[in-house]
């Protein structure tokens, strides 16, 4: 390679006692997470669309014929190992939660967990309504307590988790609603601001941050499932690198964008043109009725709208995606549930400017997409921590629809790149090669005869 050397390979340190992880909000999402690894610990359920657990990762030539599993390559934590805690805005416990979500079928996913479940029950949330007016939970540290007094409170929750659970290292990730729109401003510039920040009760300081900042003094990873900032300021980058705590964010990838970052960058591979792109959604359950309201509507779709100008690039390609018009609406709808319902209509053009139309119509369902992706960042982010990894970590782009990536540098959003970033990160947290598709190297050696 020209000018660019590999850095040598970490050591990681083996999983060894247990994982606490720490959901914030115990919705949908979050007692879909635990249900599901609760089930496939009893060998009741397959965690189908985890990569760490259903995934294997090619090593060495495509003739050696090694693909070992994921989780048999690298050292990750068991599932048996998992301890859960969480806080959330509503007093339920997991089982109550899960029950009210309705993503899951009680009988056959609920009740025979029910013990289990009934034993998660929520911290109280640091919370404020401005951040999520369409919220009315109690189960919080308290109307008008001080962003000081909140962040300290976090503090000692998870500590207390941690000595409680007897765990041996922990993760955050935050599952909770989506807070409204902020932009990174001089409050999140550096320790200092930050800190007169919180003292000062400035708006700018929304309560995700405060968990962040929480975590990263603790030492604990933590990953952002929702579009809101939290970790993703200058100053808490910075944090986590000096104290080297693995970050990673935003926005879990599941239904419309998953769909999105694999057909634009096919249509990009094929030079193919498009004119508009209209996306729309119905769904129905809690997350639904917090983005109903405009101003956290906003944070989810600066989310979703970055994506095809990063992937298609207008600025390099003029003709083809200079003039794109792109829209995306989510509508609450009630009687859907937590069953989405994701349109796209995709105008493209092709030879001598012949237009086409792509229209996808994706019945997903919202937490069965998510569970996964929470599961995976939890075992990856512990991963990294013990591989000596602080700061954000790109590789898990593959997760989020607003990947976080260095300041100045473009975020990939392309799935299958961040899936090669992905595994060749593994590869070389392993010390093996990073397999970069070229086949040069043993093509000739092949017998012909084969
Ligand atoms: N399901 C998906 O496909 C998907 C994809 C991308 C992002 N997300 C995001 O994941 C998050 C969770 O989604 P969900 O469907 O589970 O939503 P949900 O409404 O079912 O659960 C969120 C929970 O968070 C709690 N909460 C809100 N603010 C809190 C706070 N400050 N502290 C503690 N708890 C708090 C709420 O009371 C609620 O129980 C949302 O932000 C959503 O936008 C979901």
Redo the contacts with the bound molecule.
């Keep these: 390679m020209r000018g660019m050397s590999t850095p040598p390979s970490p050591t990681v340190q083996p999983a060894t006692g247990r994982l606490g992880v720490l959901t914030?909000?115990?919705?949908?999402?979050?007692?879909?997470l635990i249900a599901g690894v609760e089930l496939a610990k009893r060998g009741q359920a397959l965690p189908i669309g985890s990569l760490t657990q259903m995934g294997t990762i090619r090593l060495g030539k495509r003739t050696e014929d090694r693909s070992p599993l994921v989780k048999d390559f690298v050292p990750l934590a068991d599932l048996n190992d998992i301890v859960w805690g969480a806080?959330?805005?509503?007093p339920d416990d997991a089982y109550v939660?899960a029950s009210r979500?309705g993503v899951l079928d009680g009988g056959r996913h609920i009740e025979g967990i029910a013990d289990t479940l009934r034993d998660i029950r929520?911290m109280k949330?640091?919370?404020?309504r401005k951040?999520?007016r369409n919220?009315d939970?109690q189960h919080?540290m308290g109307v008008g307590t001080p962003k000081r007094m909140m962040l300290n409170a976090i503090r000692e929750d998870i500590n207390r988790f941690r000595d409680e659970k007897e765990c041996d290292r922990l993760v955050m990730i935050?599952?909770?609603?989506?807070?409204i729109f902020i932009e990174p401003g001089p409050a999140h510039q550096d320790i200092a601001s930050f800190e007169a920040a919180i003292d000062a009760e400035d708006d700018q300081i929304s309560?995700?941050m405060l968990?962040a900042y929480a975590a990263i003094l603790e030492g604990v990873p933590f990953a952002n499932?929702?579009?809101?900032l939290a970790v993703d300021t200058p100053v808490l980058r910075k944090l986590a690198t000096e104290r080297n705590v693995p970050i990673s964010g935003k926005?879990?990838?599941?239904?419309q964008t998953l769909m999105k970052t694999v057909l634009a960058p096919m249509l990009k591979a094929r030079q193919l043109g498009l004119s508009g792109w209209y996306s729309t959604n119905i769904l129905g359950?809690?997350?639904g009725?917090?983005?109903d309201a405009p101003e956290n509507f906003k944070t989810?779709e600066e989310s979703k709208l970055g994506v095809l100008e990063d992937i298609l690039e207008p600025a390099k390609n003029p003709d083809l995606y200079g003039n794109v018009f792109h829209k995306v609406s989510i509508n609450y709808y009630p009687p859907r549930g937590?069953n989405?319902e994701g349109w796209d209509n995709i105008d493209i053009f092709g030879w001598l400017n012949y237009p086409m139309q792509i229209k996808v119509n994706f019945l997903c369902r919202?937490?069965i997409?998510?569970a996964p992706l929470a599961l995976d960042l939890v075992l990856f982010s512990d991963l990294a921590q013990r591989a000596g990894l602080g700061g954000i970590q790109e590789w898990l782009s593959f997760y989020y629809?607003s990947p976080q990536c260095a300041p100045g540098l473009y975020p990939e959003h392309d799935l299958f790149i961040q899936l090669t970033k992905l595994k060749n990160t593994l590869r070389w947290m392993m010390g093996e090669e990073a397999i970069t598709h070229l086949g040069r190297e043993y093509y000739d050696e092949i017998p012909a005869e084969l």
């Design positions: 914030v909000g115990l919705g949908a999402v979050a007692t879909t806080w959330d805005v509503f939660a979500a929520p949330a640091a919370f404020e951040y999520a919220l939970g919080t935050w599952c909770a609603s989506t807070e309560p995700a968990y499932g929702a579009p809101n926005d879990f990838k599941t239904g359950n809690r997350d009725e917090v983005l989810k937590d989405k919202d937490s997409l998510a629809k």
